[in-house]
């Protein structure tokens, strides 16, 4: 096949490429950096519908996985990459007999505050969604499968907290702020999580790519299946960057009015970056949330082939000094 994949410079875009090169389909990548050589690319940005509609030229199949992720920033924004940015995918691919389409979203569609255990993928709500990242992508979610039809094959997949060697988005902040004093428990760091190894989550991407046909129309959210409490995945996070976990502990309502007041800061001066506290982290970081994986490996026929176990030492060992 021909497969755009747009995001290809995020860790999850890159490592889906990579195994579609790697059996041999023909990749092309929408991206707005500079990204990998071992594939096309198309510079441009998802908001610009005649670069979308460039890049889908001559293809076969897309996996959607551009999108603004942040736990700040303004609501224009969000929705102009998010929901605009889905809504132009999805007319390039109609306009181009696109016949199969996976769109990655994410378990926040549906994480309404309230405690998730062995939780499925239910409907995303954009109504009921916490923060403009998660409210964004259920209205993305929404209109992706909202398309499904004969003609257009369209599956949405959840990956959960995804982390590996080399990300910057989880891993990365965790260890900078461990390393400064800045990291903290919520609540103690019971609260019993997912998360899913970059690996498994790029595989399973490629597997409903595979799927699109069988479960056009459907969600699914993809985890390790290994939930492992807060403060176990962030000890053994810093350990493997060699750097001291966190020791402090606040109660939800501190850290959650904390978070409010620092989002209000953000807001008002303007300020680039990450806060060191939001609400919706507050609530990441002390409700449970893990998932039944039986549908998603049954319908996707995909099972996680790295363990946390190994995903840690692989972790650890992508912090080892190199040797000349």
């Not at 929408?30 to 610009?48: P, S």
């Not at 502990?249 to 009015?257: I, L, N, Q």
């Not at 996707?300 to 995903?311: I, K, M, N």
Request: proline share 4%; hydrophobic share 45%; charged share 25%.
């Amino acid at each position: 096949m021909r497969v755009l994949v747009t995001g290809a410079t995020s860790l999850l875009g890159a490592g889906v490429a990579e195994r579609l090169v790697a059996r041999g389909d023909d990749v092309v990548a929408l991206q707005r950096g500079e990204g990998h050589r071992d594939w096309a690319q198309v510079r441009g940005d998802i908001r610009d519908a005649a670069i979308v509609d460039h890049a889908m030229q001559g293809v076969d199949a897309v996996v959607h996985a551009a999108a603004k992720v942040s736990v700040v920033g303004d609501w224009d924004e969000f929705e102009s990459v998010n929901v605009g940015g889905t809504q132009n995918v999805l007319d390039a691919a109609r306009a181009h007999d696109v016949g199969r389409l996976v769109h990655v979203s994410s378990p926040s569609v549906a994480h309404f505050g309230e405690p998730l255990m062995a939780a499925d993928a239910d409907p995303a709500d954009p109504d009921r969604a916490h923060g403009h990242y998660a409210r964004s992508k259920a209205m993305a979610e929404q209109l992706a499968l909202e398309a499904a039809d004969a003609d257009l094959d369209v599956v949405a997949v959840r990956p959960h907290l995804v982390w590996g060697p080399g990300d910057t988005q989880l891993v990365g902040r965790i260890v900078e702020r461990a390393a400064s004093g800045r990291l903290v428990l919520i609540d103690g760091g019971t609260a019993l999580i997912d998360t899913t190894y970059l690996d498994n989550a790029a595989d399973s991407l490629v597997a409903a790519l595979d799927r699109v046909h069988e479960v056009s129309g459907e969600a699914f959210v993809v985890s390790n299946g290994e939930p492992r409490t807060v403060a176990e995945l962030l000890a053994r996070m810093c350990r493997a960057a060699g750097v001291r976990g966190p020791t402090r502990s606040v109660p939800r309502p501190v850290a959650s009015g904390a978070g409010a007041v620092v989002e209000r800061t953000w807001s008002v001066t303007g300020r680039e970056g990450e806060p060191p506290m939001t609400r919706f982290l507050a609530e990441q970081l002390s409700t449970a949330h893990w998932f039944d994986q039986r549908r998603t490996q049954e319908r996707l026929q995909w099972a996680p082939r790295v363990s946390l176990a190994e995903g840690f030492e692989r972790l650890t060992a992508s912090y080892q000094p190199r040797n000349v």
